[in-house]
């Protein structure tokens, strides 16, 4: 990734190193054009100078012969050297000297200038006079310079006739009146003309530009020799302004794209550490989505399925792509179900599901059915728009079964305990069955005693039949009592009243009391309303707390024994409270009271008051134990029970 974001920088970087080059080539082949372009011009300069030189040397040379060979000689020279100096500027004097040094004549002023005689001072112009007069030719004299700083040179030609020298015409040269006019004005525009010897002393220049020059070519100035030279600076010129700013702007343009291109490296980074973080957020939310047990469904405003997560796949066996888009009836509802489930579903969809979720069943790929537990809930996208629904399903059919087995088994237990209870009072109910049986038989003894007497008349025996009768069904009540009591039946409630389901249990427990001499007070206010509940659920609770009190009293002064059961009356319950004056409970005991298989009896289940609370909490009420305060003995339990009034 590194080396792609690189790859636009080095190709910029090589695209720039490339024009530079380019630029760098195009100027150098300039700087070489221009240096050839110099070379010419120097070239022609030079040999427009000699030829000039050379010029005047034959005229010169022309006019000496002429002067040998014609007569007047004076006016030769002068209509010659008028005519000579007019055409050639560059020229400022021309002398005519005899063979011993004299001026003869001179002209532009036949007297002689200051110049000339000044020219014959120098010992340069006698060291040239002497070379042209011994050599018989034409020579130039050394440069010199004179009225200050203007140079000259003198070009000497002998006048000889025959063998014998006559004079010598001298030219003056001002060096820069000869570069003045030999020099052409566009060369001067584009160059530096200076004339310089060996030893770099200059002579003259002719220039119409300043500044620096950039390069410059130098070329032997023979004549007049003596080591002169001829250089020329050529200078900048204005048009490589252009490629400056060819080159400035190529420039700019590369920073330009650096800059764009780093703009666009930090929105790549930028964006590969967003797009990392959300890799790393997706990655999170899978793994919690896969490690979830509980089934996620999201549905769309329509109904229609839009995502499933793995446990709701697992949970149904339906893959993912055949849920997904899916409409209703989806495939994992139960089709003798189909209409309930459709309105379920569709309240769902009007917003009307139940906040505390609810329970439907639903069917497994392979057809087994499942309960389960739904919680809906609103999907907001980011937008803050409303866009479907999301349910977390929990398959509740462990949970169910579990809880049905601990509803047997907790009726199983009450059912035993109940057994248990008639079990500890068969003796004394066996007492009280007795009773009548004991009754029966004997008036069924008189009634037989009267039969066998003679004139024993039908209605003498009536009142003792009668009696047998109600024996009878005091017998079977107490038979009755007890098979209801024993009896195994699912729990239902019923409207039912409490004084009734009192009156009952102390038909059960008032032999045992009458042993145990202990009082029963019963304090129920009439037309007590009915109460929703199972009417033999309740004789077990009261059962149970009324012996658990006799038992606590077993220590407890027969005066003392006295057990109170209270009825209150409030708006929306009744209070029912079951009060003794046995030993107490401790602390210990107290936070074990309903655990079951509690117990502190050698012979006890420990499972009463746990059932006792389990019935009371089915009947939505509540069962606690306080202290007695009011018990002569000092000690002795209150126990206390709610049971509401309405049915939910
Ligand atoms: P069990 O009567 O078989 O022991 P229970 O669940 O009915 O089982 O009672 C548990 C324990 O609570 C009893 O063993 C006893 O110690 C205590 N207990 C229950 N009722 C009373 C009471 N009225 N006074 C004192 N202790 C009591």
Redesign the pocket.
Known sequence: MAWLLALPKFGIVLLLAALLSLLWLLQNNEAEEDRTALIKDVLWLEQNLRFHLSGNEEQLQQLAADMVSLPEQKKIFRLRAAHLLKNNPELSQLLWFDAQRKVVDALPTSTLPDEAIAAFGPPVTDKAFDMASRLGKRVYSEPFFLEGNRAFIELMVPVFDGRELKGMLVAVYPIETLLNNLVPWWFAEKYKVVIVDDNDIQYATKTHIEGSGIQSYEIPLDPPGYGMKLRVTSYKTADNSLQRLLTVAIVILAAGVFWSLWLVRDLMQKRSRAEEALRAEHAFRTSMENSLTVGMRARDLSGCITYVNPAFCKMTGFSSKELVDKSPPMPYWVPEQIDETYAIHQSVLDGNAPPDGFEITFKRKNGERFNALIYEARLIDGNGQHTGWMASVLDITERKRAEELARQQQEQLQFTSRLVTMGEMASTLAHELNQPLAAIASYNAGCLNLLERDGCAPQDIRPALEKISVQAQRAGKIIRRVHDFVRKSEPKRAPCSLGDVIEDCLGFVEPDARKHQIRIECEVPHHLPPIPADRLMLEQVLL??IR??M??MASTPAADRVIRIVTEISAAELRISVS?C????TPE?RTK?FTAF????PE???????I?RSIIEFHRGRLW?EDNPQSPTGTG?I?IFTLPLEDA
């Open positions: 149970n707390l658990n009190g038992e606590a003794d046995g030993c107490g409970i005991v009271l509690f117990t502190t009896k006890g289940m420990g499972v009463g008051l746990s006792c134990a339990t126990f």
